[in-house]
Structures are given as structure tokens and as C-alpha cells.
């Protein structure tokens, strides 16, 4: 049984720092790209970052750029998301989920981030509210 928990989250202020973790257990880790996305409430779910199978390609949605960086550590099976100098619009619940998918460079993390329902598994999500 794969299963997919989120950690990290919580609340902060304008300008601080936070670093989400994702621990994904039941499957093989680096058969799968790995993503982050968010959901506001009222808002749809957005992606946020995708990190190839082996790390060595990542994507951002532009509103993140420069300020978060996402990495894996396939020996641990784990995910994470550092965020820095967030904002009052970085508040959201994230996602992390698992794609079976082992193509690698950028046009590839961006096909796969415009086709949410590739990614398999998903986690519970872990709450981010940043207070300006």
C-alpha cells in the first residue's frame, strides 16, 4: 500500500522561511517524478514544482521562482520543498504526488504538470498560512 504524508507546514510571517517534507512509502521512489501543488480555498489547484526521477530537473511555476527550490533524497524516499521569503499568496494547503514517469529535461516536467491525473498518488496535504 503506498502512502504519501506531508510534513512541515504551518504559520508564519511575510518574508520568513519553511521547509515542507514528503515521505513516500510502498512504492519504487525513484520510478517517479515527484511534485508539489497547492490549493488556496476558492481557488483551483495549482502546481507549484515538479523534481525528475533522478533530481536532475526540476520546474517551477513562475510566481516561485527564485524563492523556492524543491529536492528529493531518493535513498530516504523523501521529498521537500524549501521556502523562502514567502508570502501572504504562497497561503495553501500542498500537495505532494508521485507520477510514474521517468523522462527527464524541462519539456518533459512540463507536459506532466499540465496533466495533473498522471500523478498517481497523492498525499493528505499539509497546511501553510503566512500572515503578512
Known amino acids: 500500500q503506498v502512502q504519501v504524508v506531508e510534513s512541515g507546514g504551518g504559520l508564519v510571517e511575510a518574508g520568513d522561511s519553511l521547509r515542507l517534507s514528503c515521505t513516500v512509502t510502498g512504492l519504487i521512489f525513484d520510478d517517479f517524478a515527484m511534485a508539489w501543488f497547492r490549493q488556496a480555498p476558492g481557488k483551483e489547484r495549482e502546481g507549484v514544482s515538479c523534481?525528475?526521477?533522478?533530481?536532475?530537473?526540476?520546474w517551477y511555476v513562475d510566481s516561485v521562482k527564485g524563492r523556492f527550490t524543491i529536492s528529493r533524497d531518493n535513498a530516504k524516499n523523501t521529498l521537500f520543498l524549501q521556502m523562502n521569503n514567502v508570502k501572504p499568496e504562497d497561503t495553501a494547503t500542498y500537495y505532494c504526488a508521485a507520477a510514474p514517469w521517468k523522462e527527464d529535461g524541462d519539456n518533459a516536467l512540463r507536459w506532466v504538470m499540465n496533466r495533473p491525473h498522471q500523478f498517481k498518488y497523492w498525499g493528505q496535504g499539509t497546511q501553510v498560512t503566512v500572515s503578512s
Open positions: 523534481i525528475s526521477w533522478a533530481g536532475t530537473t526540476d
